[in-house]
């Protein structure tokens, strides 16, 4: 039996591991193809620069010392744009864009947004959850508050965005029981 979590701003029902699948596939596609396109603008703005000036500095690059980037910064930079990209949205509105899309939001022990620090601190996780085998991620589907590795490590918690979407299971709050009417004198 999960442990009601003190809980005053938001109502909502745990989110299932699918629903958060399609989520993170969704943010991977908008990093994934953002990513993409700053470098083919960016070397569409050097070709440019090239034809306009007859300066190559692509030939320039490949001499200089001072602007030569390792090959393992280069591969850091997916995981440090999706890391940062989650960090800033999750702190400020609650949601990525593929959890807002699918109808998430990640949510504190008080039903609030993340502080910077939980949802910085989902980001290391996220990674240790992947690590063996993706066990901290499909521990959601074991978990009765539904929670991977990376929502135990920053006490959050994701929940369907909307009331009541999934009337079978409660979320962090017991169900309010219903209201006894009132009886009338003699009843």
Avoid: C
């Amino acid at each position: 039996m999960p442990n009601p979590v003190l809980h005053n701003s938001k109502y909502g029902y745990y989110a299932g591991f699918v629903s958060r699948v399609i989520a993170t596939f969704i943010d991977a596609l908008i990093v994934t193809t953002s990513i993409t396109l700053s470098v083919v603008g960016f070397s569409y703005i050097v070709r440019f620069i090239s034809v306009v000036t007859f300066f190559d500095p692509i030939e320039w690059y490949r001499y200089s010392v001072e602007f030569t980037i390792p090959p393992i910064l280069i591969g850091l930079i997916p995981p440090i744009t999706f890391a940062l990209y989650e960090i800033i949205l999750i702190a400020a509105v609650g949601r990525t864009i593929g959890k807002a899309i699918v109808g998430l939001e990640v949510v504190n022990r008080r039903g609030e947004h993340p502080s910077i620090y939980r949802a910085f601190l989902r980001v290391p996780g996220k990674y240790l959850a992947a690590a063996p085998l993706l066990l901290g991620y499909f521990w959601i589907l074991a978990d009765d508050e539904r929670q991977g590795w990376h929502d135990k490590i920053a006490q959050t918690w994701v929940v369907y965005a909307w009331a009541n979407a999934r009337p079978d299971e409660d979320f962090l709050m017991p169900r309010a029981a219903a209201p006894v009417p009132p009886q009338l004198p003699g009843e």
